[in-house]
């Protein structure tokens, strides 16, 4: 309805109200002609406003148009790299000859001077963001993507060869889609059964899946689906051996599948309808942990598992023993026989012995399976990232969202080592990961800036971690909590952060860790040169 309202409707006492007389001014402010206006001021200094970042990078990918979300290296050839964006797409490329170092620092990216590398290959094909990508152990045969989208594409990756990469083409074989989202990806180590790999859904189900670029009429089948996690499947790892296959969910709960029947051979009962060898869940109020469960890694010796929750909770739990004859008598090449069936989810024998009885080479050590041995809790906020360091050293090192790093000793009750309590500062630590000393011989190699080859750092004590302030940090160790500078080695810049969008959500490190490349939240991939120390 319109408004009956008209200016001339108003009365002249209103009119007069609302003049000031200028006997009630207070103080009478002259006009400066030569002072300049606020706006005048930023439109004078804006060039001067723009952001400086240190990049101490040799080289970046930038072909990708949303964050990275994964980043993964081939097993034989490290200077191969794969990486997964939000822009639903995958790129190959090589880090085999970055161009010189550039000054320490330079402007917001891209920086006009230095050309990012060349891709190998693009690999489309999925239709949501790819938050997951392996290669196949043991020897990169396969390239593995899994999304948003709930698909599982398989790709057949080129041999490493003295021919270059980038004159060969990523082939795709087949996919799979069974869920509605893929939370994670993991390759099974065990060289019985090669080219497998496992997934954790939204849904709370884990795949295990083998590939067999042979097999034409299903080069991509089922080996097991697992029912028994209530909520997202967050994290998974495999035993050091490849046998058993650990994951953990939201709901709090951890399960220990038998993947390849080598438990049920060895005479050791599972759990929830025989599905797993080891189930814990909220249930149990001394494993519980409210608001879920995280990440979980696996001892060296494959003894007990560790998993990472809210609260900065930890709980390590036994796991049952199987030596290491077990590998070597499993059958050669038994792929696709396990159960198929969604509802079944059977654990798969693993074939007939074939050097006398599988049962008498087993020695499992069950007495503390299933036990929860220590719960911890040195940080205030979730447990996102967990790693432990080679052997003989025994360190289990724990990233919390609080941004600090925790070092458990687990040689000695768990004990507190070190905690680094402003490790990332105030943002979330993403990864941690101990650096492997290379002891393979002939293996590709990257190029240093001084044109020599990177040599492996050769220190097993040195732990890699990123966060969400786009920095990367190697740290010592050795020693205690009174160690210098909390044990840091060096400190690596490039990636925006800190809140801007640019926090570095993964990195890979392998080849002796002499080079490290990440994946940024801005959408950058990095090659920092890591010296020799």
């Known amino acids: ?126 239709t949501d963001s790819i938050n997951a990508l392996v290669f196949t152990l043991p020897h990169g045969t396969y390239l593995c993507t899994a999304g948003l989208d709930g698909r599982l594409r398989a790709y057949t990756a080129p041999a490493p060869s003295t021919t270059p990469q980038s004159s060969q083409s990523y082939t795709f074989l087949s996919e799979s ?56 499947c967050t994290a998974g790892a495999w035993t050091p051996d490849g046998n058993l296959l650990a994951t953990v969910s939201e709901d709090g709960s951890l399960h220990v599948w038998d993947v390849f029947g080598e438990a049920a051979a060895a ?38 598992a560790v998993v990472g929750g809210a609260g900065g909770m930890i709980r390590v739990v036994g796991l049952p023993r199987l030596s290491a004859a077990s590998t070597s008598s499993a059958t050669q090449g038994q792929k696709g ?36 041995l220590a719960s911890l809790q040195a940080q205030s906020d979730s447990i996102e990232t967990l790693a432990f360091s080679a052997p003989p050293l025994t360190l289990l090192a724990a990233g919390s969202v609080d941004g600090s790093i925790a070092l458990f000793d687990t040689a000695h009750r768990f004990a507190v080592r070190r905690h680094i309590r402003d490790a990332h500062e105030e943002f979330a630590v993403v990864k941690v990961e101990f650096v492997t000393p290379s002891s393979s011989s002939g293996s590709p190699t990257t190029a240093a800036p001084n044109g020599s080859n ?14 969400m302030d786009g920095v990367v940090r190697r740290w010592d160790t050795r020693g205690g909590t009174a160690a210098s500078g909390q044990g840091l080695v060096r400190e690596w810049r490039g990636h925006r952060g800190e809140g801007e969008g640019g926090g570095v959500l993964g990195f890979v490190q392998g080849g002796g860790g002499g080079t490290i490349v990440t994946a940024g939240d801005d959408g950058v991939s990095l090659v920092f040169y890591a010296e020799s120390g």
């Open 1 to 126: 309805m319109a408004s009956s309202y008209t200016p001339d409707e108003h009365d002249e006492g209103e009119e007069e109200d609302a003049t000031l007389d200028p006997n009630d001014a207070a103080e009478e402010i002259l006009s400066d002609p030569d002072q300049p206006m606020d706006s005048d001021i930023d439109e004078e200094n804006v060039e001067e406003q723009e952001i400086q970042l240190q990049n101490d990078s040799i080289a970046h990918f930038d072909y990708h148009t949303d964050s990275i979300f994964c980043i993964a290296q081939h097993p034989i050839d490290p200077s191969i790299i794969a990486t997964g964006s939000g822009d639903d797409t995958a790129y190959v490329f090589s880090i085999s000859n970055p161009r010189p170092v550039l000054p320490p620092s330079y402007e917001s990216n891209p920086q006009p001077s230095r050309q990012s590398l060349a891709p190998i290959e693009k690999l489309p094909g999925h």
């Open 177 to 232: 889609q069974e869920v509605p989202e893929i939370n994670f990806l993991v390759p099974c180590p065990n060289p019985s059964y090669p080219n497998t790999v496992a997934l954790g859904a939204s849904d709370g189900s884990v795949w295990v899946y083998t590939i067999d670029g042979t097999d034409t009429a299903s080069p991509l089948q089922v080996l097991q689906a697992y029912y028994l996690h209530t909520a997202p």
């Open 267 to 304: 005479g050791i009962a599972g759990h929830g309808a025989g599905q797993a060898i080891v189930g814990l869940t909220s249930e149990d109020q001394r494993f519980a942990v409210e608001g879920g469960l995280y990440s979980v890694a696996i001892a060296p010796s494959g003894a007990f």
């Open 337 to 372: 026989a396990g159960a198929k069936s969604k509802s079944g989810g059977g654990k798969r024998s693993g074939g007939p012995p074939t050097n006398g009885s599988r049962q008498g080479d087993l020695e499992p050590s069950a007495g503390q399976a299933g036990q929860i």
């Open 454 to 467: 990177i040599s492996s750092t050769g220190g097993g004590w040195l732990l890699t971690s990123c966060g």
